[in-house]
């Protein structure tokens, strides 16, 4: 069984729901293999407009899968009232009406991290600074170069692996910057490798154009996968020897609720 793994929905009802249909589609299970567990990397709430009709597909979702969820930034700023940019006049109102909702039990408990067979899951990045709230986990950043900064600490690639290896970690899987990147640990060195997108040829579902890019687990990784929201939604979907990086191409059809 595999699972699939998504980020930054940013309260983006549609692209979520896209996701969700999609999975049930036989042809993706052909093509990728069957799913029994979802794990959604925070970022849940903000920017979009349509905050309730996404944790209603959360919670829907749980029911039908096992759903393990980290907390994003974006929802850490929420839930503790930490102002953030991003969020036009009614996704604000809208977002000010869910509060006090038992939607939100949902981010009850949930912790920054998840670790599973080798594998770190994180919104932002995996290292330990304390609790200072642009130090957490959710709102760490990879860079080319560290330090802190007003959008939250930035880390290195090499940073990354060197956490990993102290927690006898192979692989990092995160979200956040809401565009995807791998990094990969070879014998020469810490290389960015290229992505290549291969378009699929079966059709989708609402007449969706996807296509997809397959990296072996054959070495330490570092994983970041692009925003679950907009046009373009972009997942990954996990077995036990590949992470396939996986982006639907659907023009006019998803990203109503996201602005």
Known sequence: MGTVVFSDVHADADALGMISDLLRDNAFARRFGPVDTLVNLGDLLHRGNCPEPTLELIRDLSKEYRLISVLGN?????????????????STRRHEKLRGSPLLEIFSGMPMEWVDRGMLFVHGGPLDLGTQTLRLKCWQRLSRTAGDSFTGYHYTAQ?????????????????????????RKTTSGINEH??????????????????????????????RIGGCHGDEPEFGYLDSTSFTYIRLKCPGRCGTSFS
């Open 159 to 183: 940073m990354a692996f060197e956490a990993l290896e102290r927690r006898g970690l192979s692989f990092l899987v995160c979200g956040h910057q809401h565009t995807h990147i791998c990094c």
């Open 74 to 90: 974006h929802d850490h700023a929420y839930l503790n009232g930490v102002p953030v940019s991003g969020s036009d006049e009614i």
């Open 194 to 223: 290229r992505i290549r997108y291969v378009p699929e040829k079966e059709p989708l579902l609402y007449g969706c154009a996807m296509e997809s890019a397959r990296i072996l687990l054959d070495m330490p990784t570092l994983f």
